[in-house]
Nanobody, 122 residues
Framework: QVTLVESGGDLVQPGGSLRLSCAASGGTFSIGTMGWYRQAPGKQRELVAQIARGDNAVYAESVKGRLTISLDNAKNTMYLQMNSLKPEDTAVYYC????????????????WGQGTQVTVSS
């Protein structure tokens, strides 16, 4: 019953900025871990960043210093602030959430967003 809704993807010029959002709703749950993956044409899906409550964020080496992941537990929303964007950042970005669902029984489930397109081009 949980749905992840992504937003924020757009076309930007190199050096520009975007902020992606991923909001989880539709059920009774608590957040275990959330993160962002991306997939560029002809390439495998790769982990961009991940974050967990009480843990330090982990980033792919290629985005360190440019992208920042954050989590607002009160809003069940994760963000990816993207600065100094490069053409190589062009990809479909997918939100992933590993959530504790509480109904009918407590267990971990994994959910994916539908993706949001980020295009960095002159």
């Amino acid at each position: 019953q949980v749905t992840l809704v992504e937003s924020g993807g757009d076309l930007v010029q190199p050096g520009g900025s975007l902020r992606l959002s991923c909001a989880a709703s539709g059920g009774t749950f608590s957040i275990g871990t959330m993160g962002w993956y991306r997939q560029a044409p002809g390439k495998q899906r790769e982990l961009v960043a991940q974050i967990a409550r009480g843990d330090n964020a982990v980033y792919a080496e290629s985005v360190k210093g440019r992208l920042t992941i954050s989590l607002d537990n009160a809003k069940n929303t994760m963000y990816l602030q993207m600065n100094s964007l490069k053409p190589e950042d062009t990809a479909v970005y997918y939100c992933i959430a590993i959530l504790w669902v509480l109904t009918p029984a407590r267990k971990l489930n994994t959910y994916w967003g539908q993706g949001t397109q980020v295009t960095v081009s002159s």
